[in-house]
Every structure is written in structure tokens, then in C-alpha cells.
């Protein structure tokens, strides 16, 4: 079944800049219907009140880290299942496995271009 | 040491005691040493001399140690030179964000210009346009490598406090606050929040994926 370019995306990012680029990068695949949270308690708020097909997140942020908000994630009921993609510039090995027993659903280790992006998003949600 | 040594020691610290209470100052600890060496006499062994001496040592130590701590003015330091270290990179921060986003704006505004322009050119616009924006990744890792630095500038202020105060009245601080890190403890998530890599020590994307498929 093709991807819904209409669902709803949460991205998030503590740097407003970093938060526009992957806003239009998104845009520019496609995706109109994005929305921002600074940090992770933000967007657990967002998640808890929203239908999000994509949670596109970083890593390193206060006071919820994205580790915290994809634990809080995946043991949400509702939530569980949503495509949950860290973008990070934390690319440590343990970093990795952490994210990955967290059930992160794919990883993207910053500075990244849009193909990357773009193929993860692929990897996650399948071709669109 | 001889029983007659034990009895004239007692008498002495006593003595002292009376004088100073329980806590006698490292500065005055050569003093004390000395008086004892000087007060004593007859049944002291050559063991008991060469003690006596290293503790003095010790104390001259320490004191020369203090005396070095405070000619390099640690209060400066924190005061002058970390405080403004920290401003300057707070300030790089705020400037290459407002570049970016001056950067961010122009490069919507061409990529709007797609929709009048049309044909061969609009694709290629929006190429451009993208390639922009990848390379405004770099505020973000430039701000948190910057931020990195801003941490470690504050470990060392808190060190030199640390320091500052272990080498005030209570000396015996000095040891507690010299406990070596647990080296083997496991990983908590403030362990995992490294930041940015230097270039020769990050994985790339490629490493990434594998350690991901692998793990």
C-alpha cells in the first residue's frame, strides 16, 4: 500500500533551525502536513493529543531526551507502533544499540543529506 | 618508640592540646613537628627522627603547594576567564544561528520561485535549494560541539572550587573529594549523551546502518 503523503508528521529538534531544514526537506518530498516540538515532553503531548503517521526526532534534548520519549513511546498503548526515526549527532556505538532496544525505527546520524533522509523514511514506512 | 618517648609525647601533645584545641592548621603543623624534635630528647630512635622528619616534609609540602594554588589567583579564573570564554561561545552560537536562518530565508525564497519559473529551470532550482539546506545542518553541530565546550569549561570551574575549598581549613577534605570514577559501572542515559563526535572518531551513515542491522 503506497505511503499517504497527507499523514501527519511530528518532527523534533531544540534547534528551531534544524526543526525548518527538516521541515523543508520534508516539503520538498512531499509531506505537507508537519508539525514542531522543541523537546520530548512537547511532543509526547502532541503524540498523546494527534494522530501521527512519523515522529522524526533528535536525540540530545531537555528536559525529555528523544531515548525518553521513544521509551515513552513505545509503552504507550495508542502509540506503540508509530514509525519513530532518531536523527542525532550522538553516533557512538552504544548510542546505537540504546536507541535500537528502545525500538527506535531507524537512525540517521547528523549532519545528513535529503537522499538519506529520504531512504529511511523509505526503510520505515515503504516507497511513496 | 620507648615508653619514656610515649610518656614525654603524651605530655607534649597534651601540651598542645591546651594550647591550639583538637585542630591545629597545616601551616602550623612544621611548628608542632619542630617543637616536638626540639622538646624531646635522649630515648628518641633514629626511626622515630627519620617519621618525625617526613612529616615535617609533608607539612612544607603542603604549605609550598598552597602558596603555588594561590599565586595562580584560581578565583580569576572562574571569575574572568572561564566567564568569559563561555560568552564568546554562547555568542558564536547566537551568530551562526541568525546566519543561518538569514541563509534558510533566502533559500525559500528561491525555491518559491519554482512555481513562476517552470520548465527545466524549476527542478533544478529546487536541487539548489536543497542542497541549501543540507548544509545548514552545520548550526546545529557547530552549536552542540560549542556546547560541549561550554560543559567542560564548567568542570573545571567547579574543580577549581573544589580545590579552593579542600585547601582552606580542612585539609582532610582533600581526600574525599579525590575518589576515583567507577570505571565499570553501567551506562545511565547522561552517560549516552556524548554529542557530536570529532570527525576521526565518528561513525558515517554507512557504520551506522551496519552496527543498526547487527546489533
Known amino acids: 500500500m503506497a ?3 497527507n499523514m501527519h508528521v511530528l518532527i523534533v529538534d531544540d534547534y528551531k533551525t534544524m526543526l525548518r531544514i527538516i521541515r523543508n526537506l520534508l516539503r520538498q518530498i512531499g509531506f505537507v502536513n ?3 516540538a522543541t523537546d520530548g515532553s512537547m511532543a509526547l503531548q502532541m503524540l498523546r493529543g494527534g494522530n501521527y503517521g512519523l515522529v522524526i526526532s533528535d536525540w540530545n534534548m531537555e528536559p525529555m531526551t528523544g531515548l525518553q520519549l521513544l521509551r515513552e513511546v513505545r509503552s504507550d498503548a495508542k502509540l506503540k507502533n508509530t514509525p519513530f526515526i532518531m536523527v542525532t549527532a550522538e553516533s557512538k556505538s552504544e548510542n546505537v544499540i540504546a ?6 525505527s531507524n537512525y ?13 523514511m523509505v526503510s520505515v514506512l515503504g516507497e511513496f | 618508640m620507648s615508653s619514656a618517648v610515649d610518656r614525654d609525647l603524651a605530655r607534649h601533645l597534651e601540651s598542645l592540646r591546651q594550647q591550639t584545641g583538637d585542630t591545629v592548621k597545616v601551616e602550623d603543623i612544621g611548628d608542632v613537628v619542630r617543637a616536638l624534635l626540639t622538646s624531646l630528647s635522649g630515648d628518641v630512635s633514629a626511626s622515630d627522627l627519620r617519621l618525625f622528619s617526613e612529616v615535617q616534609n609533608l607539612a612544607n609540602y603542603i604549605h609550598n603547594a598552597k602558596a603555588e594554588i594561590a599565586a595562580l589567583r ?3 579564573i572562574q571569575q574572568q576567564y572561564i566567564a ?3 560568552d564568546e561561545l554562547d555568542a558564536i552560537v547566537g551568530a551562526t544561528e541568525n546566519a543561518t536562518n538569514a541563509i534558510l530565508d533566502a533559500a525559500e525564497k528561491l525555491e518559491s520561485l519554482t512555481m513562476d519559473v517552470g520548465g527545466e529551470i524549476a527542478p533544478r532550482l529546487t536541487e539548489q535549494t536543497t542542497l541549501i539546506y543540507e548544509a545548514c545542518n552545520f548550526q546545529d553541530i557547530t552549536g552542540q560541539r560549542i556546547t560541549k565546550v561550554v560543559r567542560a569549561l564548567k568542570h573545571i570551574e567547579e574543580r577549581i572550587d573544589a580545590l579552593v575549598e579542600a585547601f582552606g581549613p580542612e585539609v ?6 579525590a575518589a576515583p570514577a567507577t570505571a565499570d559501572a553501567p551506562l545511565s542515559d547522561e552517560d549516552l549523551l556524548n554529542g557530536p563526535q570529532l570527525p576521526d572518531m565518528a561513525h558515517d551513515q554507512a557504520a551506522i546502518d551496519a552496527l543498526f542491522d547487527n546489533s
Open chain 2, 84 to 86: 568569559s570564554a563561555t
Open chain 1, 108 to 120: 540517521i546520524v547528523k549532519p545528513f543529506n535529503a537522499e538519506t533522509l529520504q531512504a529511511k
Open chain 1, 3 to 5: 505511503v499517504d503523503k
Open chain 1, 34 to 36: 508537519i508539525d514542531e
Open chain 2, 74 to 76: 584560581p578565583q580569576d
Open chain 1, 99 to 104: 536507541a535500537k532496544e528502545a525500538g527506535v
Open chain 2, 172 to 177: 582532610k577534605d582533600l581526600e574525599e573529594s
